[in-house]
């Protein structure tokens, strides 16, 4: 065993024996993850915390209660509100991050460019409500739905209480899976100045944060506190190319890419044009017999990929096209390229981020005003487009002429040399000789697409709290004003097609100089532009910059809410357990969403080709007001039995009313041992994109469907006619009768403390979802065909030729899990401390019906999909800390189960095996290691510095790659980061 074995396994012995020490409980109170808690408490333990509105102590409340403190977030590395989300075990693997979202987008991720969402219990999203100082935030102004966590002032935090529980008798819509409530510094004085940089060793995808915070006056001495803080972070840009593991071209392993749009051209049978191709184009009915039996003008002929030329492999990220793994024989002679290699792994984004609060203390009360702010620039980046020739609205084919003779015949006698052995199919390409050449062609000149999004986000909220002339009685009103602005524009990458629908010339798009018609069409078919090399000509790259379409506004949305609530809280009357508590509330709320397309798309202006424009789903400024009434009572029936009954009305515009209560309860019969559980419903209404998106139809790319009827399964098999691949339209949109879905959360948990430093909990939690509001992915719909044969649009002769996938209420979600959780630790020497802690989530159950009548499907715990939540069977942190009064240095494992791995088509129809195909994929496991030093300047300077992924572990190998749009590779997103090992350094000073 090396070095690097041996160290791995005494961290990995010495996390685990820590975490065996005590073996698991779940979150409550404030030294659930920290040892600290909520400050300026006082003698008085009792607060508001989140899922409630009775004052209590957080640390023997039945609530599943988070508490993460600033310090916490400082001592594992965690400088934004997106690395928090990932870090924690309870939070989903869903498409939820920046590097998720990085690439090619369908379905429910559009319109997330730029979106970090928090999606606790894997619900989604939407299902995950966010709170900043218990109140709601602003939806991210595309999606319309989630909110971006990333506009939370990170800097003027204080703690985040993380509700893994229903809470919809308190809040209302959204907290299905739980709530994450983001709390800021209420009394700060003084200023505060960090600088924090996380740096990968392999360069590629920096961190970088400033902060500053500064307050004067305190409320307890002064009876006024006016703060504010700024943060401005910088996530550089890592793309595909930087990192080895990126690599699609693992036939060996089972995965291959299947396009055969490459930077060498792929010649294509295409049809005539009667306005760019009149004539027909050369290879457009032939038949050329592969060495294999397929059709090669069908599948397309890469010159590379003929006998004795350069091989597909001799292009930068060009490899040979596995016909045998996609099924497709016709592809024989066809080249591929790793599309995942130009794409960003890490989106390059800028976020300011600011908070300011003034509060004043008017007799007994306080009164506050708070404005928070944020300003987010972010470019997401992926593969160059792919310039695929058709007969109708892209009618490209490369001439004959005197700019392209040396070219044209070099692919023409390339191709002729490799069928001369069929003197028959050589005369019919010989004949076809002049005619012009049609082909597939990823476009690197054109650069890689980019989209450049600007959000901006603000908020303003005000209120007054304090206690009425009732004994122990008090008081909360507020009123707040938030909204989330974001626009797209088109960056590189993007250009004017030149051609209307039936492929005239287009009258209002730009000619290059030189091109005998305008566009991209125009530049190629006059052969200034060169698909069949590596390498263009001056002429050919001014003509680009003459027809770029850089700059153009792609959309923008607005979401805007208006809320204000009011509530009183107090005993009632004593019980032998202690005093009835109450509370009473009311709450209104007025949300606005609106989207507008883009100019560029409207009907009298030139197409923009590939350009994903949503004007079919603009919307005037729709609006929803919700009114709600809402009570709770905690009653403490004894010592040891307290149970707490809530109950909240909403009235939803649109909707009507629903009510849904909860019942919490506990069972302490000694300090060291409680029961705990709940019960409570809850509902989610949809979104106003999900209701009133027009319907987009888009053709579908891939090879890997057929058509469920004709092939049971709807898996291609060449070698049954019936289950060749099919390429239907794919239907989009919103559906305007679509309603909530509702559910049903239990959980029942036991809390162990046997010491004043230990605590251990597990909870069981079920979650149970009706009419779930779903965009039902292709082979959702594939594999429950009979569910669904509405959704399959078929023509007279019965073939498949659109799919509908626009949203439903489908069926029900089946949800259940354990957490667990420790905290512990020893006394060591004078005031040296060892602590250690542990956080895990296990997945029970995940299953789900598409229809009320429908059988259970069978378990979907770890089995890969295109999008959603992977549901993960076991994720855990588990961590040691050394600290005294000047040092401490923290040991972090963080665990992340394997799953079922995707088979391509090959592999799934059983036609083929791959020695090294792995069904399953491996484990995630890295470590961190963090030190800091306080002692510098009276103890007002904190330097921390560390190690992310130790190892530089990378993440495990898995066919992500999606035939359709072509994202994806070899890596997981929602499971892993793909920085590698990176170096941070953290420098805090306070005056």
């Known amino acids: 065993m090396n070095s690097r074995s041996i160290a791995r396994s005494i961290l990995a012995c010495s996390v685990a024996l820590g975490a065996f020490a005590a073996p698991a409980m779940a979150q409550s109170a404030p030294d659930i993850t920290s040892a600290n808690g909520p400050q300026d408490q006082g003698g ?95 939806a991210h102004g595309l999606s319309g739905s989630a909110v971006d966590v990333n506009q939370i002032p990170f800097a003027a935090i204080e703690r985040v209480e993380i509700l893994k529980d229903g809470a919809s008798a308190i809040y209302g819509t959204d907290a299905i899976g739980g709530v ?61 190319d930087d990192r080895g593991f990126v690599n699609t071209n693992q036939p060996g392993r089972g995965l291959s890419v299947d396009t055969r749009g490459t930077p060498i051209a792929t010649v294509f049978n295409i049809g005539a044009n009667a306005f760019q191709t009149p004539l027909g184009t050369l290879t457009q009915g032939l038949t050329l017999t592969a060495p294999n039996g397929g059709n090669a003008a069908a599948g397309g002929i890469n010159t590379l990929a003929l006998p004795g030329q350069a091989g597909c492999t001799s292009m930068d990220g060009g490899l040979p096209y596995d016909y045998a793994l996609w099924n497709a024989p016709n592809n024989y002679y066809a080249c591929a390229w790793d599309t995942g290699r130009a794409a960003v792994l890490q989106q390059p984004i800028r976020t300011l981020t600011y908070y300011g609060r003034a509060t004043v203390e008017v007799g007994a009360s306080e009164l506050y005003a708070e404005v928070t702010g944020s300003d987010a620039h972010s470019a997401k980046s992926f593969s160059h487009n792919q310039l695929s020739a058709n007969a109708t609205s892209l009618p490209l084919a490369y001439p004959l002429n005197s700019l392209t003779t040396d070219t044209y015949n070099s692919v023409f006698n390339a191709i002729k040399s490799a069928f001369s052995g069929n003197a028959a199919q050589a005369a019919a390409l010989q004949a076809r000789y002049g005619r012009p050449i049609a082909f597939r062609w990823r476009c690197m000149p054109c650069d890689v697409r980019e989209y450049v ?78 698909p069949f090399s590596l390498t263009q000509t001056p002429a050919a790259l001014a003509g680009l910059a003459a027809i770029s379409a850089d700059g153009t506004s792609l959309y923008g949305g607005r979401y805007k809410t208006l809320q204000a609530d009011a509530s009183i809280s107090g005993p009632l009357f004593a019980l032998p357990g202690g005093d009835v508590q109450l509370a009473v509330g009311v709450d209104y709320r007025r949300e606005t969403y609106e989207f507008n397309g883009s100019a560029a798309a409207a009907a009298t202006a030139p197409v923009i080709f590939n350009a994903a424009f949503d004007n079919v789903n603009a919307l005037l400024p729709k609006n929803r007001t919700v009114k709600a009434a ?69 053709p579908y790319s891939g090879s890997d469907i057929a058509d469920p009827v004709k092939c049971p399964g709807g898996v291609p098999n060449l070698s049954n006619p019936s289950c060749a691949f099919i390429r239907p339209d794919v239907i989009t949109g919103g559906k305007v009768d679509l309603g909530p879905e509702t559910s049903k959360m239990a959980s029942l948990g036991v809390v162990l403390r046997p010491t004043n430093r230990w605590m251990l909990s597990a909870d069981w939690w079920s979650i149970k979802v009706k009419d779930t509001i779903q965009l039902l992915s292709l082979r959702q719909l594939i594999d429950n065909a009979a569910l669904f044969p509405e959704r399959f649009v078929r023509d007279g002769a019965g073939n498949v030729i659109a799919i509908d996938n626009t949203w439903a209420n489908a069926g029900a979600r089946d949800t259940q899990g354990m957490e667990f959780a420790v905290r512990g630790g020893f006394d060591l020497w004078g005031a040296t401390k060892l602590d250690l802690g542990f956080d895990g989530t296990l997945l029970l159950r995940k299953k789900e019906k598409l229809t009320p009548t429908a059988a259970w499907s069978a378990s979907q715990i770890g089995v890969f999909s295109f999008a959603g939540d992977l549901g993960l069977k076991w994720k855990h942190n588990a961590w040691l800390t050394y600290r005294n009064d000047k040092v401490s240095a923290t040991l972090t494992q963080i665990f992340r189960n394997g799953y079922q791995n995707q088979a391509l088509p090959g592999i799934a129809a059983g036609t083929i095996t791959r020695p090294d195909y792995n069904p399953r994929v491996d484990n995630y496991v890295t470590y961190n290691f963090q030190v800091s030093y306080l002692g510098l300047m009276d103890q007002g300077f904190k330097l921390t510095a560390g190690v992310k992924n130790i190892f530089n572990t990378e993440p495990p190998f898995a066919i992500t790659y999606d035939g359709n749009t072509g994202a994806g590779s070899s890596w997981e997103p929602r499971v892993a980061d793909p920085r590698g090992r990176s170096f941070t350094v953290s420098a805090e000073v306070k005056f």
Do not use: C, H
């Open 44 to 138: 008085d333990k009792a607060i508001i915390v989140t899922g409630s509105r009775i004052k209590q102590d957080p640390g023997k409340s039945a609530l599943p209660l988070t508490i993460i403190t600033n310090d916490d977030l400082k001592q594992n590395a965690i400088s934004s509100p997106e690395q928090l989300t990932m870090f924690l075990p309870s939070n989903g693997t869903g498409a939820d991050n920046l590097a998720s979202n990085a690439d090619v987008t369908t379905g429910a991720q559009r319109g997330t460019n730029g979106l970090s969402g928090a999606n606790l219990r894997g619900q989604g999203s939407a299902a995950t409500l966010v709170l900043l100082n218990s109140r709601r935030v602003a």
């Open 180 to 240: 994450i409530n983001y709390i800021t510094k209420k009394n700060y004085t003084g200023i505060g100045l960090q600088g924090f940089t996380d740096f990968t060793e392999q360069s590629g995808g920096n961190i970088y944060n400033l902060s500053g915070i500064a307050g004067y006056g305190d409320l307890k001495s002064q009876g006024f506190n006016v703060m504010a803080a700024v943060s401005m972070r910088w996530n550089e840009a890592l793309r595909g």
């Open 453 to 530: 999004t600007d959000s901006k986000t603000l908020r303003a909220a005000a209120g007054l709290e304090g206690p009425l002339p009732l004994a122990n009685w008090d008081y909360r009103t507020g009123v707040s004003w938030a909204r989330s602005e974001v626009t797209s524009v088109l960056g590189t990458g993007y250009f004017y097609r030149g051609t209307l629908a039936n492929g005239a010339n287009d009258p209002n798009a730009p000619t290059a100089p030189g091109a005998t018609s305008p566009g991209i069409v125009g530049l190629i078919n006059s052969g200034l532009l060169n």
């Open 630 to 698: 809402y009570a709770e009572v905690n009653v403490p029936v004894f010592d040891m039995l307290e149970v707490t009954g809530a109950v909240r009305i909403d009235d939803y515009s649109g909707f009507g009313s629903t009510t849904n209560p909860k019942v919490t309860a506990k069972f302490q019969p000694v300090d060291f041992f409680m029961l705990r559980g709940s019960y409570s419903t809850g509902f989610r209404v949809p979104s106003f994109n999900q209701i009133f998106n027009g319907q987009t139809v888009s």
